[in-house]
């Protein structure tokens, strides 16, 4: 089994989507239920979770019809305002729709480093314990100081880390600053981890197993496969990767493994955080 626990997508819109800037030519175009097929049939996966690209309700409402339409669609991981008075009555909008799994803010956008802290934006991730509902933390590496705060303030909120935090990868030493970060956040029992994305965060032009390994060791180490699942970022990663050059790569890095170690990585984690059928 094979499930990608992190891919988007979109009809292409440069209205709709304005963070796909000018050095995102391979992204300027329609990521649909056909092309999601197609990486399907190609790669052997058995289920996909979608995640929102854009902070918008209509996009959550059209990604869920879509999951009704597409059987490899197992979960949907959508937005809503959280910092909203409204956002319970938002939440209750989508919360019995039984595709939608999650709920995602795109922090790393967000100028102020401490908005993650915010009082309003905390008072309505507060709301999604009593919903059965996952956030999925996007940030920056120079985000986590505030993120672990966050993280530790809502313990009753399952998450799940992005891109395990989007360090910058430069090829030469690890960030000690991101290790110890990473692992201040594995400490915490709510929260699990994508290995996905970290090819479009090397700096260079080329990248290769070894430059992902360190970062591997550092997430496998801190997570365990428990809490650790694989994600592709599709087709986000299309400026750096293809798809199956990516799954090829984790599938590498996960070979001295346990089965049951490499079931968890692959299916059992992100089945069991997002509560997939």
Request: charged share 25%; proline share 4%; aromatic share 10%.
């Amino acid at each position: 089994m094979l499930i990608d626990s992190h891919h988007h997508l979109w009809r292409y819109s440069a209205d709709e989507y304005p963070w796909i800037d000018d050095q995102m030519i391979a992204l300027r175009q329609d990521f649909w239920h056909a092309e999601l097929n197609e990486i399907a049939d190609q790669h052997g996966v058995d289920g996909f979770v979608t995640v929102q690209a854009r902070q918008s309700i209509a996009e959550t409402e059209g990604l869920l019809q879509l999951a009704d339409a597409q059987a490899k669609i197992k979960g949907v991981v959508g937005w809503v305002d959280f910092r909203s008075a409204s956002v319970g009555d938002q939440l209750d909008r989508f919360a019995a729709h039984p595709k939608l799994k999650g709920l995602r803010h795109v922090v790393q956008d967000e100028p102020d480093d401490e908005f993650i802290l915010g009082s309003e934006f905390n008072r309505g991730i507060g709301t999604l314990a009593s919903r059965g509902l996952v956030y999925d933390v996007l940030i920056f590496a120079r985000q986590l100081r505030p993120t672990i705060k966050f993280v530790s303030a809502h313990p009753d909120v399952p998450m799940v880390l992005d891109h395990i935090a989007k360090p910058v990868i430069d090829g030469n030493t690890v960030d000690l600053q991101w290790r110890r970060g990473i692992e201040q956040l594995a400490e915490m029992p709510n929260l699990a981890c994508k290995f996905s994305g970290l090819a479009t965060e090397v700096v260079g032009d080329t990248w290769d197993i070894e430059t992902i390994r360190p970062y591997w060791d550092i997430v496998l180490d801190a997570f365990s496969p428990d809490r650790l699942m694989f994600g592709s970022d599709w087709p986000v990663c299309l400026q750096r990767t293809e798809y199956g050059h990516w799954l090829d790569t984790v599938r590498q890095l996960a070979d001295p493994l346990s089965t049951a170690e490499q079931a968890n990585l692959f299916y059992a984690t992100a089945k069991r955080v997002y509560d997939l059928e």
